[in-house]
């Protein structure tokens, strides 16, 4: 167990759906990343949320959003589901608000569109 | 941006064999590189991280990592595999302040 959980494990619903994620970072750890794992594309970085604030965005679709509520835990919500958006998705957390020491990872939730 | 690339997609090893896993990244000023590992089914754990100094990195389970600076190199190795290792390995560096790029992957399959 990393310490970061992440909900549910797995997902499976139909295309045109919205779905919501969420993770639990690691106690003290205040950064949220979301990263996105296909086997076309590899582990794709998303968003980041610090201390409640998005602090980075990458390679993320405008149907996606994220938020990090007060209790640090994140949601990220899919929309308008494509088969394309299945995939793994990872939850990471770290201390401070940079990558220099390294995330912890979820283990992730798959999501499967049908 | 820095980028991180991966070459090797599988690897086949006997248990025993060493192992060298490539990773060439992008120049870029000031360069922080790690090696993730992804065990089936199981979560990324870090395995090794550089910074700075000595460029020879030591990490959990056996596994070390060069720095070479004139190759733009990160080689991920291991004297000696065990069944155990069998694994998908990721090479990342930090891009810009806040998130960590990761390469393609490597998949290491090691036959007992």
């Known amino acids: 167990d990393s310490g970061v959980t992440q909900t549910p494990k797995h997902l499976i619903t139909a295309t045109g759906q919205r779905v919501t994620l969420r993770c639990s970072p690691r106690?003290?750890?205040?950064?949220v990343y979301w990263y996105q794992q296909s086997l076309d594309q590899g582990l794709q970085f998303l968003i980041q949320?610090?201390?409640?604030?998005?602090?980075a965005k990458g390679n993320i679709l405008e149907r996606f959003s994220a938020q990090q509520f007060p209790d640090l835990h994140s949601e990220l919500n899919l929309s308008s589901l494509e088969l394309g958006d299945s995939a793994l998705y990872f939850c990471a957390s770290s201390v401070g608000a940079g990558a220099r020491y390294g995330y912890t990872f979820g283990s992730g939730t798959r999501l499967t569109v049908v | 941006a820095q980028s991180v690339s991966q070459h090797n997609h599988h690897v086949i090893l006997s248990e025993a064999a060493s192992l060298e896993l490539g990773c060439n990244y992008s120049?870029?000023?000031?360069?922080?590189l790690f090696w993730y590992v992804q065990y089936p089914g199981q979560h990324l754990q870090l395995l090794l991280k550089?910074?700075?100094?000595?460029?020879l990195v030591k990490g959990i389970k056996g596994f070390e990592a060069e720095f070479i600076k004139s190759k733009f190199s990160f080689n991920l190795r291991k004297p000696s595999v065990q069944w155990s290792d069998t694994a998908e390995y990721f090479c990342a560096v930090i891009r810009g302040a806040n998130n960590l790029f990761f390469g393609t992957g490597t998949r290491l399959t090691v036959i007992p």
């Open positions: 106690s003290g750890d205040l950064s």
């Open positions: 120049y870029g000023g000031t360069v922080n």
């Open positions: 949320y610090y201390n409640g604030e998005e602090r």
């Open positions: 550089y910074f700075s100094g000595d460029p």
